[in-house]
């Protein structure tokens, strides 16, 4: 699988092997492409490209008087075209789909990889309680690619391209150790305690994931346990500011089955909770787009207890087990956190990692091309249709509709007229009519047979390798919801 994306103009197009990078202790994962350049039109000039970190923390549509509640820091910088001397030994080493790719487009084609610091905080989105639909609040980061003369100058939007790409975190080892927490309270006016214990089956969730929650009861006090209620809490925190804290319930469930649970009982029940979106009071921390249906985020952890990078946004999990007891005695409760992450690295194709044969080659590499990550125009109902441009009718146009109006009329008349004539007149024109659907029906047969048998002699004669020319000229394109598929090229 490959990601491409072109400059509107067209003269510039880049293909990436994957958008979403993992982050890891000994170092990020690289971000591997392939840049195309029409000679003709650089010319002179250089293409630059550029890893850019983009922190928003505020809403866009509050920005005023010049004010932006946004922070861009460019983590790597590096000319692509011409490639420089000292850089000319690292290209040496591609990877199997870097050569593929370089092998296809021919002249033109230059591989790049542009390497992360492990230091980069994970992508995070955030949405606002209130109705959003501005540019997204949170850490991102793009693949920026334009044409200058120098990496100073000013993006031109018709030969530059932005790719958004996603950082994110994956879940380092098994933990054997089950979550577990426990607590006993002394109620108000009352002899005795409320014993609660919460274990969950699992250290780290991954996306969709159920919770079970084990709650054991023991009621030692001379009050009874009226209700149960199990909460599941996302715990949002934005380093950048000290009151940047936010709380959400993602999921709930309130139960009086077996209550109440009155002196001397206990209770020992399983609950299961499906974290997701909902309803929310604060902002709240998301995988993906506002778009579409966005997970929930993973958990961003720190590498280092003391560190607190100015740009993170740290998520947390935990599960909340209440008791209630009557009005005066209070409630007893437990926090149990746990982690939401991935287990294993999402949608790497095995021709990424794994040496590319000469019959594969040959076979082509599907390509998917798509808008930036974060373009809020594409498929999102709530920012309504898109403007389409119409002229007005032109006086041929009028004269044409008019004309076929006249023609209708006498169509309409010989209808009539024939509907009162004899029936001999009738079955002439059923006659005429039923002699032409068979030879339309015959020339089409003939037409198909003739296309069938040409696919054939061209499939029969095959096709071993494919020029530049051929690979940008005979791609289909088919649009789909979320990007476009390039069919294979042979």
Known sequence: RVFKKTAP?????????????????????????VLFVDTNYVKDRKVFGQFVLTFRYGREDEEVMGLRFCNEACLQAQQLWPV????????????????????????????????????????VTLLPARTYLGAPIGTNYDLRIFVGETAEDKPHKRSSIRMGVKLYQLCTGEERALPYAAASKQLLLAEGQVELEATLDKAVYERGEEVTVSVSVSNHSSRNVRRIKILVVQYVDVAMFSNGKFKN???????????????????????????????IKNWIALEEFYDRESALASTVSRL????????????????????????????????????????????????????????AATVGVPI??????????SGDPRRGLLKTRRSPPSRSTSEDSGRNHEA???????????????????????????????????????????????????SAAGHSCVDTERFTTTVQIEDQSRGRLVDYAC
């Open 84 to 123: 420089p001397e000292e850089e000319r030994q690292e290209l040496k080493t591609l990877t199997p789909l870097q050569d593929t790719l370089v092998k296809r487009l021919g002249t033109g084609a230059v591989p790049f990889t542009f390497t992360v610091s492990s230091l980069a905080p994970p992508s």
């Open 304 to 359: 280092d207890a003391q560190e607190r990078n100015v740009f993170a946004i740290y998520v947390s999990y935990y599960v909340k087990v209440k008791l209630f007891t009557s009005a005066i005695g209070g409630e007893v409760s437990v926090k149990v956190p746990f982690k939401l992450m991935r287990r294993s690295t999402v949608d790497d194709a095995e021709t990424n990692t794994s040496p590319v044969s000469e019959a």
């Open 9 to 33: 103009n067209g003269k510039i197009t880049v293909y990436v092997e994957r958008r979403e990078l993992v982050i890891r202790e000994e170092g990020n994962q690289p971000l591997h492409g």
């Open 408 to 458: 209708k009329g006498a169509t309409a008349a010989a209808g009539s007229a024939a509907d009162q004539g004899s029936p001999a007149g009738q079955s002439s024109s059923a006659g005429q009519s039923s002699s032409a659907s068979q030879s339309s029906s015959a020339g089409q047969s003939s037409s198909a047979g003739q296309s069938t048998s040409a696919d054939q002699q061209d």
């Open 368 to 377: 998917t091309t798509s808008q930036s990550m974060f373009d809020l125009t």
């Open 249 to 279: 319930i993602v999921a709930s469930q309130d139960s009086t089955e077996g209550c109440p649970i009155t002196s001397g009982a206990a209770l020992a029940r399983q609950f299961s909770l499906h974290p997701a979106r909902g309803v």
